[in-house]
T-cell receptor
C-alpha cells in the first residue's frame, strides 16, 4: 500500500537550531517525493521536490531509497520557518495524484 | 499570472442538499486535482483531470463527482450532503502532466449543517 508517515505532529526548536522533519514512505515502485508547506493563513505551497535536488529557503531533503525516507533538513531554523509541513508521494504512471502525510507543525521559538 | 482560483470561498449547506465547487487553474495549466482536507483525515485525494479526462479517482463514495472543461476549468459536485462532508476542498493545477508539483488554491470551506 502507498503510504506516507510523518511521525511527529509537532516539532519545537529554538531559533538557530538545526531542524529535521521526518518522512518515511511505503511504495513498491519508484515514487516522486515532495515537501509542501503551509504558513499561517496561507495556501499550501510546494517547498521542494526530490527530483530537482534543490535547496529552497535553506531547506534540503535527500531521498534514501534504502530507508524509504525523505527527511527535510535545515541547519539553522528561523522564526519565519514556523509552519505546517507535509511530505507527499506521487507514484507516477498516468496519474500523479499526491498521497500526503499527516503533517508536522514546526514551531521555531525566539 | 493569477493563481489557482476557487469559488466560493465559504459555503454552508444543509444535509441532503448538493453543492458544486469551482476551480480555475493557472493559465496554461492543463492538469487539475482536487483534495479534501479535514482535521481527522488530513489531505485526501479526490480526483485528477488532464485535458478533460479523469486520470484517477480517490476512495470516495459516488456522491462525489467532478469534471474538467475544455478551458481546463474544473468543477466538483457533492450530492446528498452529509455532516462528514464538512471540510476544506482544495484544487491544485500543474503546468503539464508530470511530477513537477502542483500549485494549490486557497480552497472552499464547506460546512454541512
Amino acid at each position: 500500500a502507498q503510504r506516507v508517515t510523518q511521525p511527529e505532529k509537532l516539532l519545537s526548536v529554538f531559533k538557530g537550531a538545526p531542524v529535521e522533519l521526518k518522512c518515511n514512505y511505503s511504495y513498491s515502485g519508484s515514487p516522486e517525493l515532495f515537501w509542501y508547506v503551509q504558513y499561517s493563513r496561507q495556501r499550501l505551497q510546494l517547498l521542494l521536490r526530490h527530483i530537482s535536488r534543490e535547496s529552497i529557503k535553506g531547506f534540503t531533503a535527500d531521498l534514501n531509497k534504502g530507508e524509504t525516507s525523505f527527511h527535510l533538513k535545515k541547519p539553522f531554523a528561523q522564526e519565519e520557518d514556523s509552519a505546517m509541513y507535509y511530505c507527499a508521494l506521487s507514484g507516477g504512471g498516468s496519474s500523479y495524484k499526491l498521497i500526503f502525510g499527516s503533517g508536522t507543525r514546526l514551531l521555531v521559538r525566539p | 499570472k493569477a493563481g489557482v482560483t476557487q469559488t466560493p470561498r465559504y459555503l454552508i449547506k444543509t444535509r441532503g442538499q448538493q453543492v458544486t465547487l469551482s476551480c480555475s487553474p493557472i493559465s496554461g495549466h492543463r492538469s487539475v486535482s482536487w483534495y479534501q482536507q479535514t482535521p481527522g483525515q488530513g489531505l485526501q485525494f479526490l480526483f485528477e483531470y488532464f485535458s478533460e479526462t479523469q486520470r484517477n479517482k480517490g476512495n470516495f463514495p459516488g456522491r462525489f463527482s467532478g469534471r474538467q472543461f475544455s478551458n481546463s476549468r474544473s468543477e466538483m459536485n457533492v450530492s446528498t450532503l452529509e455532516l462528514g462532508d464538512s471540510a476544506l476542498y482544495l484544487c491544485a493545477s500543474s503546468e503539464r502532466q508530470g511530477n513537477y508539483g502542483y500549485t494549490f488554491g486557497s480552497g472552499t470551506r464547506l460546512t454541512v449543517v
